[in-house]
C-alpha cells in the first residue's frame, strides 16, 4: 500500500513489558512441546493421517475388474486383511463385516457419488471419502466386540441413516 | 499530533453503517430459528414437520442456520462496523462514499440471489458447499457477490486510508482503522481460494457447461479461504477488544505495540494452514498436512499476545477502579454494562475455545474428532461466541449511537450476555463430550440409528443448551428492534453515546513506525502462501479430474 518508508521517528521505541516477554517466551515453549509430542506421535509411534492413495472414477470404479467392483474382505497368509468399502448415498457395501481379533485390517474406502465421512468408532480410523480418491487407514484390533462405521459428512436426505458394522471375534 | 478526540458521524454515515446492521440482524433473527430445532431434534424433539411446506428438510433449516448466522450475519455486521471504524479512526469521511455504496448493495443483490435458491430448497448443501452436492447455480452466484461486495467495501476503506495517509504522513494509522484494514486485505487474500472454486469449477458445473467437478480440488480451494474466514469473524471483535474495550472498562490499552504485532501476525500467518481443516482428506500428502499443523500452532501466538494484552487492560482498568488483590479488579469492571459484560464473557469463552482449537490443529490427535459434534461446539465457542457475542455486545452502544437513542433495556441486556454464557457452556460442552463419543457433526441424531443409550444424557443437554441460547438470542433482538424503533427513547443532550475509543498506556505515536508500514508485511504474506501452497496447488490443478458428476440432494 504506502511505497515510502515511514520516517522512524527518534521518540518510538518497542516497548514490551517484562511479563508479556515472559508470556510470550512461555507460548513459545509450549507449541514447541505441542509439536514435538504431535511429530513424535505420528513419525515414531504411527499415529498417521490419511496420505494419496489412488486416483479413481467414481463413475466405474465400482463395475468391472477392480476390487472396488467386489467390495469386501481379502484376507492374507499372515492373518492380516484388506477390506474394500464402497461409499453411496445411503450405503456403505458392505455394511457387516466380521474380523478376528488381533488382526491388522487395512481400510479402502472410496465413493462412487457424493462425499461421505467414514468414522471407525472408538478407533483413530477417520477419513473423508472423496469421489476420485482412495482413503485408506490400517488399524490392528486387539479388543473383539463390534465396531460402527458412519457416515460422518452430510451426503444428502438419509445421512443420518448410513452405517455399518465390523465385528471382532475371538 | 493525536487531537481531535471527538468526531460526529454525518446522518447520510450513521444510516449507511445502520442499515448494514440492519440486514446483520434480520439475517440473525431468521437463522437462529434453526439452530434450537437441530439441537431439540437430537433428544427427539421434531419440530420439522410442522415447518412443511415452507421448510422442507432438517438439512434446509441448517443450510439457512449457517449460511444466515456465519455468513451474513458477521459480513454485513462487519462491513458496517468497520466502515464505522474507519471514519471516526480517520476523522474522515470515506473517499469514495459511492464505491462503498456499490460495495453494499452488491452484498444485498447475492444475499437475495443466495437466499431464495435456499428457500426453494434447490441449495440445501450447507454452507460448506461440498460439491458434488449440487445447488442452484444462483446460490453460488449470490455467494459470489456477497464476496465481491465485500471486496468492494474493502477497496473504499483503502483508498480512504491512503488518503488520510497522504493528508497525515509519520502519523500512526489509529488502531480501529488499523486493525480493520488487516481485515479487509487478508480478506481479500484470503477469498481467492473459494472465488475461483465458484468461477472456475462450480458456476460451469450448475450451468452445464462441464460435465463434473474434482470435490478433492475443490475441497482445497474451499479451505484456502475456510480457515482465514474465521479471522475475518475474529478480527473484528479484536479490533473492539483492543482498541475499544479498555475504554468501556475504565482504563487504557496496555500495549498498542504487541496489538499492531498481533494483528500483522494475523495477516501473515490466517492464510497458509488451511491443510489442518483437510488433515483426513485422501489427496492431500501426510508432510503437507504436518506443515500446516506446525503453521497452525504458530497462529496461537497472536492469540496469546491478544489474550495477555486485553486481560492486562483489563487489569489495570479495575485496578483503577479499587480492584485489590491478584483477582480482585475483576468484579470491579462495569459488568452492569452489557457490552463490557458481552465482551468478557465472549472472551471466557473464548479461551475454552482456543483450547479445542490447539486439539482441532494438532494432526493426529484430529483423527479423535474430525467431522464429530465436537467441531461444532468449538465452532460455537468460536464464531458463536468471541465473535457473535462481542458483535453483540458492540450493538448494545453501536446501535443507540447511530440512532441517537437510550436502549431500551440495560438490565434485559445484561441478562441477555449471562444466558449466552450459560446456555453456551452447556450446549458446546455437551457437544465436545458427544464428539469424543463419536457423534457425526451435522447430522440429525434424533433419527440416527447407531446412537448409543448412553448418549442421550449428553443429546438432551444440547437441547437444554439450545433453548437457552434461543431465549438469549431473541432477548437481544426484541432489544435491538425495540431500541432502533422507539420514539419514546431518543437520547438527551447528555445521554448521548460516544464511540468508546480506547487511548494506549503508552501514546500510538511512540509505537515504532515500522509497525505501521505496510509494503514488507505484504510480501512476507503472499510469500509463505506461495511456499504453504504454491507446490500442492500446481499438483493438485495438474491432476485435475472432472469426473463427479454430482446430484442436488
Same mark, same amino acid.
Given at each position: 500500500?504506502?511505497?515510502?518508508?515511514?520516517?522512524?521517528?527518534?521518540?518510538?521505541?518497542?516497548?514490551?513489558?517484562?511479563?508479556?516477554?515472559?508470556?510470550?517466551?512461555?507460548?513459545?515453549?509450549?507449541?514447541?512441546?505441542?509439536?514435538?509430542?504431535?511429530?513424535?506421535?505420528?513419525?515414531?509411534?504411527?499415529?498417521?493421517?490419511?496420505?494419496?492413495?489412488?486416483?479413481?472414477?467414481?463413475?466405474?470404479?465400482?463395475?468391472?475388474?477392480?476390487?472396488?467392483?467386489?467390495?469386501?474382505?481379502?484376507?492374507?497368509?499372515?492373518?492380516?486383511?484388506?477390506?474394500?468399502?464402497?461409499?453411496?448415498?445411503?450405503?456403505?457395501?458392505?455394511?457387516?463385516?466380521?474380523?478376528?481379533?488381533?488382526?491388522?485390517?487395512?481400510?479402502?474406502?472410496?465413493?462412487?457419488?457424493?462425499?461421505?465421512?467414514?468414522?471407525?468408532?472408538?478407533?483413530?480410523?477417520?477419513?473423508?471419502?472423496?469421489?476420485?480418491?482412495?482413503?485408506?487407514?490400517?488399524?490392528?484390533?486387539?479388543?473383539?466386540?463390534?465396531?460402527?462405521?458412519?457416515?460422518?459428512?452430510?451426503?444428502?436426505?438419509?445421512?443420518?441413516?448410513?452405517?455399518?458394522?465390523?465385528?471382532?471375534?475371538? | 499530533?493525536?487531537?481531535?478526540?471527538?468526531?460526529?458521524?454525518?446522518?447520510?454515515?450513521?444510516?449507511?453503517?445502520?442499515?448494514?446492521?440492519?440486514?446483520?440482524?434480520?439475517?440473525?433473527?431468521?437463522?437462529?430459528?434453526?439452530?434450537?430445532?437441530?439441537?431439540?431434534?437430537?433428544?427427539?424433539?421434531?419440530?420439522?414437520?410442522?415447518?412443511?411446506?415452507?421448510?422442507?428438510?432438517?438439512?434446509?433449516?441448517?443450510?439457512?442456520?449457517?449460511?444466515?448466522?456465519?455468513?451474513?450475519?458477521?459480513?454485513?455486521?462487519?462491513?458496517?462496523?468497520?466502515?464505522?471504524?474507519?471514519?471516526?479512526?480517520?476523522?474522515?469521511?470515506?473517499?469514495?462514499?459511492?464505491?462503498?455504496?456499490?460495495?453494499?448493495?452488491?452484498?444485498?443483490?447475492?444475499?437475495?440471489?443466495?437466499?431464495?435458491?435456499? /428457500?426453494?430448497?434447490?441449495?440445501?448443501?450447507?454452507?460448506?458447499?461440498?460439491?458434488?452436492?449440487?445447488?442452484?447455480?444462483?446460490?453460488?452466484?449470490?455467494? +459470489?457477490?456477497?464476496?465481491?461486495?465485500?471486496?468492494?467495501?474493502?477497496?473504499?476503506?483503502?483508498?480512504?486510508?491512503?488518503?488520510?495517509?497522504?493528508?497525515?504522513?509519520?502519523?500512526?494509522?489509529?488502531?480501529?482503522?488499523?486493525?480493520?484494514?488487516?481485515?479487509?486485505?487478508?480478506?481479500?487474500?484470503?477469498?481467492?481460494?473459494?472465488?475461483?472454486?465458484?468461477?472456475?469449477?462450480?458456476? =460451469?458445473?450448475?450451468?452445464?457447461?462441464?460435465?463434473?467437478?474434482?470435490?478433492? /480440488?475443490?475441497?482445497?480451494?474451499?479451505?484456502?479461504?475456510?480457515?482465514?474466514?474465521?479471522?475475518?469473524?475474529?478480527?473484528?471483535?479484536?479490533?473492539?477488544?483492543?482498541?475499544?474495550?479498555?475504554?468501556?472498562?475504565?482504563?487504557?490499552?496496555?500495549?498498542?505495540?504487541?496489538?499492531?504485532?498481533?494483528?500483522?501476525?494475523?495477516?501473515?500467518?490466517?492464510?497458509?494452514?488451511?491443510?489442518?481443516?483437510?488433515?483426513?482428506?485422501?489427496?492431500?500428502?501426510?508432510?503437507?498436512?504436518?506443515?500446516?499443523?506446525?503453521?497452525?500452532?504458530?497462529?496461537?501466538?497472536?492469540?496469546?499476545?491478544?489474550?495477555?494484552?486485553?486481560?492486562?487492560?483489563?487489569?489495570?482498568?479495575?485496578?483503577?477502579?479499587?480492584?485489590?488483590?491478584?483477582?480482585?479488579?475483576?468484579?470491579?469492571?462495569?459488568?452492569?454494562?452489557?457490552?463490557?459484560?458481552?465482551?468478557?464473557?465472549?472472551?471466557?469463552?473464548?479461551?475454552?475455545?482456543?483450547?479445542?482449537?490447539? +486439539?482441532?490443529?494438532?494432526?493426529?490427535?484430529?483423527?479423535?474428532?474430525?467431522?464429530?459434534?465436537?467441531?461444532?461446539?468449538?465452532?460455537?465457542?468460536?464464531?458463536?461466541?468471541?465473535?457473535?457475542?462481542?458483535?453483540?455486545?458492540?450493538?448494545?452502544?453501536?446501535?443507540?449511537?447511530?440512532?441517537?437513542?437510550?436502549?431500551?433495556?440495560?438490565?434485559?441486556?445484561?441478562?441477555?450476555?449471562?444466558?449466552?454464557?450459560?446456555?453456551?457452556?452447556?450446549?458446546?460442552?455437551?457437544?465436545?463430550?458427544?464428539?469424543?463419543?463419536?457423534?457425526?457433526?451435522?447430522? =440429525?441424531?434424533?433419527?440416527?440409528?447407531?446412537?448409543?443409550?448412553?448418549?442421550?444424557?449428553?443429546?438432551?443437554?444440547?437441547?437444554?443448551?439450545?433453548?437457552?441460547?434461543?431465549?438469549?438470542?431473541?432477548?437481544?433482538?426484541?432489544?435491538?428492534?425495540?431500541?432502533?424503533?422507539?420514539?419514546?427513547?431518543?437520547?438527551?443532550?447528555?445521554?448521548?453515546?460516544?464511540?468508546?475509543?480506547?487511548?494506549?498506556?503508552?501514546?500510538?505515536?511512540?509505537?515504532?513506525?515500522?509497525?505501521?508500514?505496510?509494503?514488507?508485511?505484504?510480501?512476507?504474506?503472499?510469500?509463505?502462501?506461495?511456499?504453504?501452497?504454491?507446490?500442492?496447488?500446481?499438483?493438485?490443478?495438474?491432476?485435475?479430474?472432472?469426473?463427479?458428476?454430482?446430484?442436488?440432494?
Amino acid at each position: 500500500m504506502s511505497e515510502e518508508t515511514p520516517e522512524v521517528s527518534a521518540e518510538t521505541s518497542l516497548h514490551i513489558d517484562p511479563y508479556e516477554r515472559n508470556w510470550m517466551r512461555l507460548t513459545v515453549v509450549l507449541l514447541v512441546v505441542f509439536a514435538t509430542a504431535v511429530t513424535i506421535a505420528g513419525f515414531a509411534l504411527g499415529f498417521q493421517v490419511p496420505s494419496p492413495e489412488e486416483r479413481v472414477d467414481p463413475r466405474t470404479v465400482a463395475i468391472g475388474d477392480g476390487p472396488f467392483a467386489d467390495p469386501g474382505l481379502r484376507e492374507y497368509p499372515d492373518g492380516s486383511y484388506d477390506l474394500y468399502i464402497v461409499s453411496q448415498m445411503f450405503s456403505f457395501s458392505p455394511n457387516e463385516v466380521t474380523v478376528r481379533a488381533g488382526s491388522e485390517v487395512t481400510f479402502y474406502v472410496t465413493s462412487i457419488d457424493v462425499q461421505h465421512g467414514f468414522k471407525l468408532q472408538n478407533t483413530n480410523v477417520n477419513m473423508q471419502i472423496v469421489p476420485g480418491q482412495v482413503s485408506k487407514l490400517t488399524v490392528t484390533f486387539d479388543e473383539p466386540g463390534t465396531y460402527d462405521y458412519i457416515c460422518t459428512e452430510y451426503c444428502g436426505s438419509a445421512h443420518a441413516q448410513m452405517y455399518g458394522t465390523l465385528t471382532v471375534e475371538k | 499530533m493525536l487531537t481531535t478526540p471527538t468526531y460526529e458521524l454525518t446522518k447520510s454515515e450513521k444510516s449507511f453503517v445502520s442499515i448494514h446492521l440492519l440486514f446483520a440482524f434480520v439475517a440473525l433473527a431468521i437463522g437462529t430459528l434453526f439452530g434450537p430445532l437441530q439441537a431439540f431434534e437430537f433428544s427427539g424433539v421434531d419440530f420439522y414437520p410442522l415447518l412443511e411446506p415452507v421448510i422442507q428438510s432438517y438439512y434446509q433449516g441448517l443450510t439457512l442456520h449457517g449460511v444466515l448466522n456465519a455468513l451474513i450475519f458477521t459480513t454485513f455486521f462487519i462491513t458496517g462496523f468497520l466502515t464505522l471504524t474507519t471514519i471516526y479512526g480517520l476523522k474522515r469521511p470515506l473517499k469514495y462514499p459511492l464505491l462503498n455504496q456499490i460495495g453494499f448493495w452488491t452484498m444485498v443483490v447475492g444475499l437475495v440471489m443466495a437466499a431464495v435458491p435456499i /428457500l426453494l430448497n434447490q441449495a440445501s448443501v450447507l454452507y460448506t458447499f461440498y460439491p458434488p452436492l449440487k445447488a442452484n447455480v444462483f446460490f453460488y452466484f449470490g455467494l +459470489t457477490l456477497v464476496v465481491v461486495g465485500s471486496w468492494i467495501e474493502g477497496y473504499g476503506f483503502i483508498f480512504t486510508w491512503r488518503e488520510w495517509r497522504k493528508e497525515n504522513p509519520g502519523v500512526r494509522t489509529p488502531l480501529m482503522t488499523f486493525g480493520g484494514l488487516i481485515t479487509m486485505v487478508m480478506w481479500q487474500l484470503a477469498t481467492l481460494g473459494v472465488a475461483v472454486e465458484i468461477l472456475t469449477m462450480l458456476i =460451469p458445473w450448475a450451468l452445464g457447461w462441464i460435465d463434473g467437478v474434482d470435490p478433492q /480440488l475443490a475441497r482445497t480451494y474451499f479451505w484456502f479461504t475456510g480457515h482465514p474466514l474465521v479471522y475475518f469473524w475474529l478480527l473484528p471483535a479484536y479490533v473492539s477488544w483492543y482498541a475499544m474495550l479498555p475504554k468501556q472498562a475504565g482504563g487504557k490499552l496496555f500495549s498498542d505495540s504487541l496489538a499492531r504485532i498481533a494483528f500483522w501476525l494475523f495477516l501473515l500467518l490466517s492464510v497458509p494452514l488451511g491443510f489442518h481443516h483437510q488433515f483426513v482428506d485422501p489427496g492431500v500428502p501426510a508432510g503437507w498436512k504436518y506443515i500446516h499443523a506446525v503453521l497452525t500452532y504458530s497462529v496461537f501466538f497472536p492469540s496469546m499476545i491478544t489474550a495477555f494484552t486485553v486481560i492486562a487492560s483489563l487489569e489495570r482498568a479495575g485496578r483503577a477502579r479499587g480492584g485489590k488483590g491478584w483477582l480482585g479488579w475483576i468484579p470491579k469492571l462495569p459488568w452492569n454494562d452489557p457490552s463490557v459484560s458481552a465482551q468478557l464473557l465472549a472472551g471466557i469463552l473464548f479461551f475454552f475455545g482456543g483450547i479445542g482449537g490447539i +486439539t482441532n490443529a494438532s494432526y493426529n490427535i484430529n483423527l479423535v474428532i474430525h467431522n464429530t459434534a465436537w467441531v461444532s461446539g468449538h465452532f460455537h465457542l468460536t464464531v458463536a461466541s468471541a465473535v457473535a457475542l462481542s458483535f453483540m455486545g458492540i450493538s448494545y452502544w453501536l446501535v443507540p449511537y447511530l440512532r441517537g437513542k437510550r436502549l431500551w433495556s440495560r438490565k434485559w441486556a445484561v441478562i441477555q450476555t449471562w444466558l449466552w454464557f450459560v446456555g453456551m457452556l452447556i450446549f458446546s460442552n455437551a457437544m465436545h463430550v458427544l464428539g469424543l463419543l463419536g457423534a457425526p457433526r451435522r447430522t =440429525p441424531l434424533g433419527e440416527a440409528p447407531y446412537i448409543p443409550e448412553e448418549w442421550s444424557g449428553h443429546l438432551l443437554r444440547t437441547s437444554i443448551g439450545g433453548a437457552i441460547l434461543m431465549v438469549s438470542a431473541y432477548m437481544f433482538i426484541y432489544n435491538i428492534a425495540r431500541t432502533w424503533w422507539s420514539k419514546k427513547l431518543n437520547a438527551g443532550p447528555g445521554e448521548l453515546v460516544e464511540i468508546p475509543a480506547a487511548e494506549s498506556v503508552h501514546p500510538a505515536q511512540q509505537t515504532p513506525a515500522k509497525l505501521d508500514w505496510w509494503t514488507p508485511w505484504l510480501i512476507g504474506t503472499v510469500a509463505l502462501i506461495l511456499v504453504a501452497y504454491g507446490p500442492q496447488l500446481i499438483e493438485q490443478i495438474g491432476n485435475i479430474d472432472l469426473s463427479s458428476p454430482g446430484v442436488m440432494p
